[in-house]
Each structure stands twice: as C-alpha cells, then as structure tokens.
C-alpha cells in the first residue's frame, strides 16, 4: 500500500489550499484517513480525520477553517484549508489506517504519505 499525497505550495495569508492523498495498492479497505504536520523545529500533530463513518475530528486551531473529506470509490482523503495563517505553515502528511490482501491473508497496517510543503506568507 502506497499513499501518494499532493497539492502543497506557497500562499498568501488568508488565502486557500486543497491538499489531496490516493491510496493505492492491494487495499481491501480504508477505516480512518487522517492528516498531521509538523511545522519546522516541532512534533508531527494531528490535524483533522474522518473515519469510515464521515464522522470527523478537527484540532481546535483549525476548527472553521479545514475540512476533511474522502472519497471511498477513489481511495483519496483531501483536505480543504481556508484563511491560512503563517502559522500553518507544515509539512502535511496523510495517514491512512488500511486492511489490505496479504498473500492470502488480510492485513491491517497504518500508513504514511510522504508528505507536501505548505508554505503561508504574512
């Protein structure tokens, strides 16, 4: 299982990024997308996820701000970030909690993407 994230980038303040993450390999199901970042000099912090039922969680500094969604046909998570601050500025990682076919078994694995620079100016 692979996840391939993108949409990153250099923003003004105030302005909009639509982060984006396909799954692909052999995955039997998606239960919980997530996404973190980990600003320069910090942890890695959950920012948002929505599970298998859409019920979403949202850090309180981007509550209003973000929203989580998935696409379960597509096997994709996207991220819509409105009003940025310099303080979003992060790399983004997705996350994906996945069963997957393991030979002939299934297997159930958590999952990073490699990540994607988002960079807000003042």
């Known amino acids: 299982v692979q996840l391939q994230a993108c949409g990153g980038g250099l923003v003004q303040a105030g302005g909009s990024v639509t982060l984006s993450c396909a799954a692909s390999g052999s995955i039997f199901s998606i239960h919980n997308w997530a996404w973190y970042r980990q600003a320069p000099g910090s942890q890695r912090d959950l920012v948002a996820s929505v599970a298998s039922d859409r019920n979403t969680y949202y850090t309180d500094s981007v509550k209003g701000r973000f929203t989580i969604s998935r696409d379960n046909t597509k096997k994709q998570v996207y991220q819509r970030m409105n009003n940025l601050q310099p303080e979003d500025t992060a790399v983004y990682y997705c996350?994906?909690?996945?069963?997957?076919?393991?030979?002939?078994?299934?297997?159930?694995?958590?999952?990073w993407g490699q990540g994607t620079l988002v960079t807000v100016s003042s």
């Open positions: 996350n994906a909690d996945v069963t997957a076919y393991d030979v002939t078994r299934l297997l159930r694995q958590n999952y």
